[in-house]
């Protein structure tokens, strides 16, 4: 089946411990980014990466990193989490036609 | 600037009743537009876009250039329509980005 794959779903953590939230398609899709979404702000792009080894910033990229070392993966590295990313975290990935994004079940974390 | 705007936070309506989720845009380009849906519990997913013309579920959205709408329509709502609705934009000279509108939860009641 065709999906992207989120780990994990729900995760609760202390202000400045690093976290790693991971993403993976089976899809071969070159696109894949990182959206957080917020109450009344809709979906926001973090970062995003056209391909292995290019990645680039999105629209609200200030306290996370990305790496793309594979086709499949695309994981969100929040090196010292703060409060203010608490918040709903979606990966999704597309080919380069971009006629559809797939996403993944999104990852609520929440840091005290 | 680049932006979407969904007027409505919620939407409710009843059984049987038509719908309109209402989409603005602001984009310098040529856009292409699309509606994704997020059920309950359940991942978003795409609707339908603009420059396929298909009605999908029962749903049509008309791209009105000189309005900067892409409102999204169904002349008689269901149940299992209630989710939430976004609208968005796609940049193509950034990678193919989606900016996102603020989303509108359709609830149909019985």
């Known amino acids: 089946e065709a999906q992207v794959t989120q780990n994990p779903r729900y995760l609760i953590t202390v202000t400045g411990k690093k976290l790693t939230v991971t993403c993976s398609q089976n899809?071969?899709?070159?696109?894949m980014s990182w959206y957080r979404q917020d109450p009344g702000l809709g979906l926001r792009q973090i970062y995003y990466s056209m391909n292995v080894e290019v990645t680039d910033k999105g629209d609200v990229p200030e306290g996370y990193k990305v790496s793309r070392k594979e086709k499949r993966n695309f994981p969100l590295i929040l090196e010292s989490p703060s409060p203010n990313q608490t918040s709903l975290y979606f990966c999704?990935?597309?080919?380069?036609?971009?006629?559809?994004?797939?996403f993944g079940q999104g990852t609520r974390l929440t840091v005290v | 600037a680049q932006r979407v705007t969904q007027p409505e936070k919620l939407l409710s309506v009843f059984k049987g009743a038509p719908v309109e989720l209402k989409c603005n845009y602001s984009?310098?380009?040529?856009?292409?537009l699309f509606w994704y849906v997020q059920y309950s519990r359940q991942r978003l997913q795409l609707l339908l876009r603009h420059i396929s013309r298909e009605s999908i579920k029962g749903f049509t959205a008309d791209l009105n250039k000189g309005e900067t709408s892409f409102h999204l329509k169904k002349p008689f709502a269901q149940e299992e329509d209630s989710a939430m609705y976004y609208c968005a934009l796609q940049i193509y000279n950034q990678g193919g980005k989606l900016i996102f509108g603020q989303g509108t939860e359709l609830s149909v009641k019985p």
């Open positions: 999704a990935s597309s080919d380069l036609t971009n006629t559809e994004a797939f």
């Open positions: 899809m071969n899709h070159e696109y």
């Open positions: 984009y310098s380009g040529s856009p292409e």
